[in-house]
């Protein structure tokens, strides 16, 4: 079974998170690299909830990441094919994680797959997480209970990202700003106090403000962003609204930090006079950077890869401020990632699947 097989036959276990339930994708990818004959564990980290892990070789060792779990469907009449069906058109694989990320798992086990037979000289150590959608737990409970499989593990390749070396990446920091007001009819809204349109007015400063508050640029990252995701409030439409919660995504580009964008929106609210309580959605992360002259960076050059700019989230920040390990994201994904009708290009599986084996034969072998 090749990278392409593999691919739809992933896409056909349903592993959205939320709910999170990475049991049936997990005990698949188990069997596989079980009938390999390589060491594998299934890692249990809550109810339902598992990582897939693998460990070949000792010292100097080389991590191999990916996640198993996916985002949820949606509206499924805003699909043009079944979303679970991982059919095959002009040359892409449709399907709810096709490309974030059963893509990127179906490449490392078709390339664990050609070197399975041979003795490795370094360590190469699979993980394939869940919960990287969510709350990161898969990965963070390897980290914080299985510390010891990292041991000597010094370089990693976090395949959650599109066919160039992603170096850096930018740090997320989902917040809430919760608004109270007072109730009153909606006859005599001047005996009230309307939660929603301070929230509109902070909104409106906001996005008044946003050049200035992304001022900081990075060569390699850009700006960081703003963006105003959520918001929701009110009881009736005939009464005054007492509450308002806006939700907004910041990422950080590199020299930005969670404390610093946390200042600037508390500066916001001090400027037009209004009061709302602040809630942490995610545990803040920062922008990182791992060096272009890094040993890992230097080999997937050799091997054909540029260096790209990148925007999103990947759990390389995660080992590489955890555990010290230099981390690159790089992968077969592209940017239908969370989107309806995702999919992945065949031809992105197969320059994967070429990386992947050169660098296991490079740094392993």
Known sequence: MDEVQLTRELVRINSENPPGNEKGIAKYVF???????????????????????????????????????????????????????????????????????????????SAVKKFAKQSFKRKLLITLVGDEEVGFRGSNYLIENRKNLF???????????????????KGVLHLRFIFKGKAAHGSKPELGSNAIAKATEFI???????????????????????????????????????????????????????????????KILKKLKLEAKIEFD???????????????????????????KSSGYTEMELYYRKLGIECVALGASNDTAHSDNEYVKIDDLRKSKYIFENLIKKWCL
């Open 151 to 169: 041991k000597d593990v010094g370089y990693g390749v976090i395949s959650d990202s599109d066919l160039k070396i992603r170096i850096a990446q």
């Open 31 to 109: 069997d596989f690299l079980d009938d390999l004959k390589c060491p594998v564990e299934l890692v249990k980290f809550g109810d339902k909830r598992f990582d897939v892990i693998s460990s070949n070789g000792k010292g100097n060792g080389l991590m191999l990441n990916s996640h198993i779990d996916t985002v949820p469907i949606g509206r499924l009449e805003n699909w043009k094919y079944d979303p679970f069906s991982g059919k095959i058109i002009n040359g892409k694989i449709y399907g709810r994680g096709s490309c974030d990320s059963k893509c990127n798992v179906a490449v490392i086990l």
């Open 282 to 308: 995610n545990v803040p992360k920062e922008a990182v950077k791992v060096a272009e002259n890094s040993e890992i960076v230097k080999i997937l050059q050799n091997i054909g890869n540029l260096v790209g």
């Open 204 to 266: 409106q400063e906001i996005n008044r403000s946003t050049k200035k508050l992304t001022s900081e640029e990075d060569p390699l990252l850009g700006r960081g962003t703003i963006n105003i995701g959520t918001i929701s409030g009110g009881t009736k439409v005939n009464i005054v609204p007492d509450y308002c919660v806006v939700g907004v995504d910041r990422r950080l580009t590199y020299g930005e930090t969670p404390s610093y964008a946390v200042a600037q929106f508390k």
